[in-house]
């Protein structure tokens, strides 16, 4: 069956996304708080996925061995620096991973889409929305963009890395230009907030 068959008919769902460090967050919080609109983050739902208990879990764990995870802690919760570091260095790794949870992933966000059909707007932030073919639970798409420039000194900030690691995460995702070829709308997230905020104002 076709996702837009069960996915509730009158309910606008804003696939929001973006490459790494582009601002999602902060956009997406500013809809949360000034428009009063649910927010679904696939980060959300990729971390209770790794937690001790999931089925999820255990694959991981039996796939990468307990050396990934914190052994002092009763529960033995994945360490996920550890992790992003395997699939940082090893694309092999990363396609594994995202084939284990993206199907989940999308699982749970199609349910929580359902249970909440009587919210006529919903935003749905998904960074790797093209990559993990998420378009279909969307009504529209908008992408978040800034310069390269800007994304990279937010990246080594927020992430504490280097240069050269953050252009190498940078790299591996879907460009932006193609990004916005696929989109709908395109907000601008650079120095001032002015600009979105004016857009969001627009159009929610």
């Not at 994304?151 to 927020?158: W, Y």
């Not at 252009?167 to 460009?175: A, F, G």
Request: with cysteine; charged share 30%.
């Amino acid at each position: 069956m076709e996702f837009e068959e069960i996915l509730p008919k009158n309910q606008k769902r804003i696939g929001l996304t973006g490459g790494i460090a582009s601002g999602k967050s902060t956009i997406s919080e500013y809809i949360h708080k000034q428009k009063k609109i649910e927010i679904l983050d696939a980060d959300f739902y990729s971390k209770q996925l790794i937690m001790p208990g999931k089925e999820s879990y255990h694959k991981i764990i039996e796939h990468y061995g307990v050396e990934i995870t914190d052994l002092e802690s009763p529960n033995k919760e994945i360490i996920t620096s550890k992790l992003r570091k395997i699939i940082f260095n090893d694309s092999l790794e990363k396609i594994w991973l995202e084939d284990l949870l993206h199907p989940l992933i999308k699982y749970q966000m199609l349910n929580d889409c359902i249970k909440l059909i009587e919210n006529k707007t919903l935003v749905l932030v998904i960074p790797l929305l093209f990559e993990a073919n998420f378009n279909d639970l969307c009504t529209e798409i908008w992408l978040v963009k800034c310069s390269a420039d800007a994304q990279r000194k937010r990246l080594m900030k927020r992430d504490r890395i280097s240069r050269e690691e953050a252009e190498k995460l940078i790299s591996s995702q879907m460009s932006l230009e193609e990004k916005e070829k696929k989109s709908d709308i395109v907000l601008i997230n650079e120095s001032s907030r002015i600009h979105w905020k004016k857009q969001l104002d627009n159009l929610l």
